[in-house]
């Protein structure tokens, strides 16, 4: 199975922050990735599909680089409706795998 | 306007079965890859399976933890997307959610397995 590494688990950051996620693939998996935002007690929402590109009607804020086994998730600058955990799923292998999370909190 | 409707989720006892239901609509249904994902309380998210559409043979696909267990199913003349979840263990409490190829999702139901 591909391990999916996010990091960190959490962070604490202020509006107007930039914040930097990572993922990492146990192994390669070309960009066949997407990073979801999931707020409590409602359902996943994607932001990223194919590792770089923006979900429709997600801010610009957000975006996504990498390929192969190392990934990012970049939002430019935090804003209020941004605190939430996120997450990565590669779908290149079954069977498929989330990253473990990352909380992102108000400092 | 795309919507997933999950249904029958419930107190169940280890050993027990259930079946859950997505209910689709705004979309050809018959054409979509669809999955099932579910989230313990206070958890990360883990995909249990994927059925293919059945002009792409509707094959399914299965987490390591339930498979041969659960099973996934559809009926596209009705729309609807099934989890058929046997022999419950109380590791498998969870929200499940089913989605369109990870795009659109459900608001989610949930399964607790207790004695």
């Known amino acids: 199975d591909i391990q999916m590494t996010q990091s960190p688990s959490s962070l604490s950051a202020s509006v107007g922050d930039r914040v930097t996620i990572t993922c990492r693939a146990s192994?390669?998996?070309?960009?066949?990735l997407g990073w979801y935002q999931q707020k409590p007690g409602k359902a996943p929402k994607r932001l990223i599909y194919a590792a770089s590109s923006l979900q429709s009607g997600v801010p610009s804020r957000f975006s996504g680089s990498g390929s192969g086994t190392e990934f990012t998730l970049t939002i430019s600058s935090l804003q209020p409706e941004d605190f939430a955990t996120y997450y990565c799923l590669q779908h290149n292998t079954y069977p498929l795998t989330f990253g473990g999370g990352t909380k992102v909190e108000i400092k | 306007e795309v919507q997933l409707v999950e249904s029958g989720g419930g107190l169940v006892k280890p050993g027990g079965s259930l079946r859950l239901s997505c209910a689709a609509s705004?979309?050809?249904?018959?054409?979509?890859?669809m999955n099932w994902v579910r989230q313990a309380p206070g958890k990360g998210l883990e995909w249990v399976g994927r059925?293919?559409?059945?002009?792409?043979?509707?094959?399914?696909d299965y987490a390591a933890p339930v498979k041969g267990r659960l099973s996934i199913s559809r009926d596209d003349s009705k729309n609807t997307l099934y989890l058929q979840m046997n022999s419950l263990k109380t590791e498998d409490t969870a929200v499940y959610y089913c989605?369109?190829?990870?795009?659109?999702w459900g608001q989610g139901t949930l399964v607790t397995v207790s004695s």
């Open positions: 059925i293919k559409s059945k002009t792409e043979g509707g094959t399914t």
């Open positions: 989605n369109i190829d990870f795009d659109y």
């Open positions: 705004g979309f050809t249904f018959s054409k979509a890859w």
């Open positions: 192994q390669g998996i070309r960009n066949d």
